[in-house]
């Protein structure tokens, strides 16, 4: 069953084999989810272009119980209607921007936990109304250009990062591939024995306890490849949590330099300086991550702080405007070491004649470098 889904997902999306194994894992498990308590909830992240829709449409065939909404027209009262419909299946949130956070955090909360896992609505009982609990325990799988902000509720979800690469992909339904999906649902005729999953590699628990579904299937199949990649993530996760740590801003900003930059060189790029206004930045993510990209509540000082601070990118004022400066590669350095995968990096790194040399040399490009007279623009 898992290596069915993989197979729908390498035709449809251009998701790495450990992005598409992780979700075809998750679709597996949600026939499964009377088993386990917690049940993760999933996240299908990326910007616009990157396979998140022709993702859903494959989970749509081979979750479980499964209830399609569209956060951009639907309401609290639907919403909540849409989750006890899907107690013990498979909630599916297309178009997860458009919703409001308070219904976002109410989904993830009131489905998450078995103990948890209700709402409550007013029925009338004769000449009286009284309150009547509904079950919501169950999975959600929601389709974002941006993760959420709250780290409490990130531990509540396994994410897959979709990224924008070259290629041919076709479009995969049940209409088109009746066969595989036929073939698919045939293999949930037993009920297994889940093997115990124990912390053997020092995960912090709501991690754990978050990725135990899938965790306890690649125990079970035997799959240690796979295995190995999600101890690798969890305990990257676990670091984030404990060091509390931001899991989106810097990475959404480099997105943005990326993007203004693409711009500004017009196909041409050098080793020269890059100066870009701060002031751009925002309408950009804006654009990419869409209007409730949680980044776009930090003030411009919290933002410029990061840049300065973590990325290291001097900020200083010409003209009455802010600019921040970098050489192409610094901005692929940091890239790298943050996780951002780009076409535009790569063909910037042949240009500049950096494919297969280890990390560019920041030493071009320092906090003291930017008040003196190289870090002058055309303009000046």
């Given at each position: ?135 919501t325990y169950g999975a959600t799988i929601f389709h974002r250009r941006n ?234």
């Amino acid at each position: 069953a898992v290596d069915i889904v993989s197979d729908l997902l390498h035709q449809a999306t251009g998701f790495d084999e450990y992005q598409r194994r992780k979700i075809a894992y998750y679709a597996v498990m949600t026939h499964y989810i009377k088993d386990f308590d917690p049940f993760p909830q999933m996240v299908v992240t990326g910007t616009p272009g990157t396979g998140k829709s022709a993702s859903l449409n494959i989970l749509k065939g081979t979750c479980g119980k499964v209830v399609s909404v569209t956060g951009e027209t639907i309401t609290d009262a639907a919403l909540r209607a849409a989750m006890k419909e899907a107690e013990f299946g498979s909630l599916i949130v297309e178009e997860a921007d458009d919703a409001t956070q308070r219904d976002l955090e109410n989904t993830l909360v009131t489905r998450y936990s078995k103990s948890s896992a209700s709402n409550t609505k007013m029925v009338s009982d004769g000449r009286d109304w009284r309150l009547e609990k509904q079950g919501t325990y169950g999975a959600t799988i929601f389709h974002r250009r941006n993760l959420f902000r709250s780290p409490a509720l990130l531990r509540r979800v396994i994410i897959v990062r979709a990224k924008r690469i070259k290629g041919r992909f076709i479009p995969v339904t049940e209409d088109t591939h009746p066969d595989l999906f036929k073939e698919y649902r045939q293999q949930f005729g037993f009920r297994p024995t889940w093997p115990e999953v124990r912390n053997e590699w020092d995960i912090e628990p709501s991690i754990l306890d978050c990725f135990r579904p899938i965790v306890a299937l690649a125990m079970l199949i035997g799959d240690t490849a796979f295995l190995e990649s999600l101890v690798k993530e969890m305990l990257e996760a676990s670091n984030r949590l404990v060091e509390e740590e931001s899991y989106l801003e810097i990475q959404v900003l480099l997105k943005a330099l990326i993007t203004l930059t693409t711009q500004k060189i017009k196909g041409v790029i050098t080793e020269g300086r890059i100066n870009l206004e701060v002031s751009k930045i925002d309408p950009t993510i804006k654009d990419e991550f869409g209007p409730s990209c949680p980044v776009l509540q930090l003030s411009a000082n919290q933002r410029n702080r990061i840049l300065r601070e973590d990325l290291g990118f001097p900020i200083r004022s010409s003209h009455g405007r802010n600019r921040i400066y970098f050489t192409p590669s610094l901005l692929i350095e940091k890239c790298e070491a943050n996780g951002i995968e780009d076409d535009c990096l790569i063909e910037w790194k042949v240009a500049l004649g950096m494919a297969g040399e280890g990390s560019p040399t920041t030493e071009a490009v320092s906090q003291d470098d930017s008040s003196s007279d190289a870090w002058r623009t055309e303009e000046e």
